[in-house]
């Protein structure tokens, strides 16, 4: 079981999400109504995009990614080509705050473990 209590069911969280997928509401009020924050919605609405409803359940363990896919997904953005939330997406990323610590570990010249979960990074020197 997750540590982190959910303010809301799974239920509610996959009804908020459909809701506004079918065009029922908008993410403002969809989040003002729920009293969460406008960027959980979208958090939400990407997840289940990319996951499905099981993408709302409570996880129990981070996801590992190899260094290739970190980089490659850095690249993708810093190319230029799509931005932080679609890259997000399209590598299956939970959070664009992950993307955004490869990219800074990626500009200051840190080095990926490739078995890390999240974004731990070992200096070189």
């Keep these: 079981?997750?540590?982190?209590?959910?303010?809301?069911?799974?239920?509610?969280?996959?009804?908020?999400?459909?809701?506004?997928?079918n065009g029922q509401s908008s993410i403002n009020k969809t989040a003002q109504e729920a009293g969460v924050n406008w960027s959980t919605i979208k958090?939400?609405?990407a997840i289940y995009e990319n996951e499905g409803p099981t993408?709302?359940?409570?996880?129990?363990k981070n996801r590992h990614y190899s260094k290739e896919r970190k980089i490659e997904a850095v690249l993708d953005y810093l190319d230029g080509f799509e931005g932080l939330e679609a890259v997000t997406k399209k590598y299956g990323l939970r959070n664009k705050v992950q993307l955004q610590?490869?990219?800074k570990i990626y500009n200051t010249h840190g080095t990926f473990k490739s078995e890390s979960g999240g974004s731990k990074v070992s200096q070189t020197k």
């Design 1 to 21: 079981m997750s540590k982190r209590k959910m303010k809301l069911s799974v239920e509610e969280r996959i009804q908020i999400v459909e809701n506004y997928l």
């Design 43 to 45: 958090r939400w609405i």
């Design 55 to 60: 993408g709302l359940l409570p996880t129990k």
């Design 101 to 103: 610590d490869w990219i």
